[in-house]
């Protein structure tokens, strides 16, 4: 996740990235200041994009470093 603030507004901008061998896909957007792993991975989209994806057996990473989300 991005770290970058929007101008104040209480958002941060984010990307969540899903990558499969044949495809990879990057979803920014905006999510509120404080927002955990679990929810800008809910937020994004990919979820409903991506029926393989179980959010609870995921391991995600923030800059290289492993999380649980």
Do not use: H, T, W
Not at 18 to 46: H, M, W
Not at 49 to 65: K, M, T, W
């Amino acid at each position: 996740m991005a770290d970058s603030d929007s101008g104040g507004n209480g958002l941060i901008d984010v990307e969540v990235v899903y990558a499969k061998p044949e495809e990879q896909v990057v979803v920014s957007l905006q999510v509120p200041n404080g927002c955990s792993v679990k929810d800008a991975i809910e937020l994004s989209g990919l979820l409903n994009r991506y029926s393989e994806i179980d959010l609870s057996d995921l391991i995600a990473g923030v800059f290289g470093v492993v999380c649980k989300p």
